[in-house]
């Protein structure tokens, strides 16, 4: 079922709600009802993760997305960078949205592709419940901070909405320092406007397979 049209009839039964309660009739009242929720990629059998997806599913979703919200998502192409499922499972990020299916090029999808000019190594952050791993592959230097450049890119709101998204505060800052420059401990806050952009971050290498989460906090301003 399209989301839009759930989250109508929703709207659509509050209101009717409302009018039954106004008539003074009932001091109380109660009543069963069903209720669904469905996540991205529901469709395809996934478990948090939006996998092998055709074309026209990532553009809804990317639509429902950005008509909400915007959308952050981590650049995979290093080596450096790798994400697992939401079962601490292996996860090819190349194939997680957005995949860029349409594309004919996935490392330069143009205007073919789910986002523009976001290339098949980026994932969502939103439509993907994943954990970032630094260094599964080679392992990184210890004791460390390494620095990524443009680690994180935002996607803009389609409707020209000013977003605020904030990384940690509430916990992290131990792993993943520092974004945009500043400290995830105290809230690094990335401002998105009208068009896409990118930030900057820096990890921190104490002791090998140290974990952490991290709130992602997005708010329209």
Do not use: C, W
Not at 1 to 20: D, F, H, K, P, Y
Not at 71 to 86: N, Q, W, Y
Not at 147 to 163: I, K
Not at 196 to 210: F, I, N
């Amino acid at each position: 079922m399209n989301r839009r049209n759930v989250l109508t009839g929703l709207g659509g039964l509050a209101i009717s709600g409302g009018a039954l309660f106004g008539s003074g009739a009932f001091t109380s009242v109660s009543a069963t009802r069903s209720v669904e929720v469905n996540v991205f990629g529901a469709d395809s059998g996934t478990n948090g993760l939006v996998e092998g997806a055709d074309q026209s599913t990532e553009d809804e979703i990317a639509a429902t997305i950005t008509d909400n919200a915007v959308d952050v998502l981590v650049d995979t192409s290093s080596a450096d960078v790798s994400v697992k499922g939401p079962e601490g499972n292996s996860a090819e990020a190349t194939s997680l949205f957005p995949a860029n299916p349409g594309a004919s090029d996935g490392a330069n999808p143009g205007t073919d592709g789910t986002y523009d000019n976001v290339s098949h190594e980026y994932v969502s952050l939103v439509a993907n419940d994943v954990t970032i791993v630094f260094g599964e592959e080679n392992g990184l230097p210890p004791n460390s901070t390494l620095g990524y450049n443009g680690l994180f890119e935002f996607v803009a709101n389609s409707n020209g909405s000013t977003f605020e998204v904030t990384f940690g505060e509430s916990n992290g800052g131990d792993v993943l320092t520092k974004v945009g420059g500043e400290s995830v401990s105290n809230g690094a806050t990335v401002s998105v406007s009208q068009s896409s952009t990118s930030s900057d971050a820096e990890v921190a290498t104490e002791s090998s397979g140290k974990s952490e989460d991290l709130d992602i906090r997005i708010a329209e301003q």
